[in-house]
């Protein structure tokens, strides 16, 4: 079965610094790959996803992740980050083969100060 | 978001009394799911949905069922409420099997 670790449990950063939020996947199968953020009192919203080709992939706000193989991970980045980003971020795995389960990682509390 | 709509939102119930949750969607998406959210934990499936009918167990499943009688729908029962089974619980739902997830905004149960 696939899992999902996500190391941090909160990152503090100051506005307009760079974030990295590592996500590493267990799999002995090719995956699929999503991060999912969640603001305060609401659902899960898909920020990206890496379903096949190209291994970097990139949000409409500016956040982008790189899927690594080798290394099993699917980190997120962003180069300056807003106080609007301040959310929690999700990443989640499903295996690529017929119905699959989306299993997540524990989450990462992004806190964006000015 | 993708006309989930989860009822109630919130609820606060005595434990031993039995909980419906309901989730309702307008997409006609063909798989449903019910998820917990708990601090350290993330979110852990109970139980998730294939088709009308078709239905299987998640990680967290003990003490929960669901049921699924028409596509829009997607109950889900605590049948005897517990203080454990404080949560927030989601609904999503996905078109097929490699497309993303889109989710409710949660019911939020507290078991006294």
């Known amino acids: 079965a696939q899992s999902v670790t996500q190391l941090d449990s909160q990152v503090p950063v100051f506005e307009e610094a760079p974030v990295e939020l590592r996500c590493n996947y267990s799999?002995?199968?090719?995956?699929?790959l999503f991060w999912y953020v969640q603001y305060p009192n609401q659902g899960l919203q898909l920020l990206l996803k890496y379903l096949s080709g190209s291994t970097l992939v990139e949000s409409i706000n500016g956040f982008e992740a790189e899927f690594n193989k080798s290394q099993t991970s699917f980190h997120l980045r962003k180069p300056s980050v807003h106080i609007s980003d301040t959310a929690e971020y999700f990443c989640?795995?499903?295996?690529?083969?017929?119905?699959?389960?989306?299993?997540f990682g524990t989450g990462t509390r992004l806190l964006v100060s000015p | 978001d993708a006309g989930i709509t989860q009822s109630p939102r919130h609820k606060v119930t005595e434990t031993g009394t039995p909980v419906t949750l309901r989730c309702h969607q307008t997409e006609n998406h063909r798989y449903m799911y019910w998820y917990r959210q708990d601090p350290g934990h993330g979110l852990r499936l109970i139980h998730y949905?294939?088709?009308?009918?078709?239905?299987d167990k998640g990680e967290v499943s003990d003490g929960y069922s669901v049921s699924r009688s028409k596509t829009e729908d997607f109950l889900l029962t605590l049948e005897s409420a517990t203080s454990s089974q404080t949560s927030v619980y989601f609904c999503?739902?996905?078109?097929?099997?490699?497309?993303?997830?889109?989710f409710g905004n949660g019911t939020r149960l507290t078991v006294t």
């Open positions: 949905s294939y088709g009308v009918k078709d239905t």
């Open positions: 999503a739902t996905r078109v097929s099997y490699n497309s993303p997830l889109h």
């Open positions: 989640a795995v499903s295996l690529n083969t017929g119905f699959q389960k989306l299993v």
């Open positions: 799999s002995s199968v090719s995956v699929y």
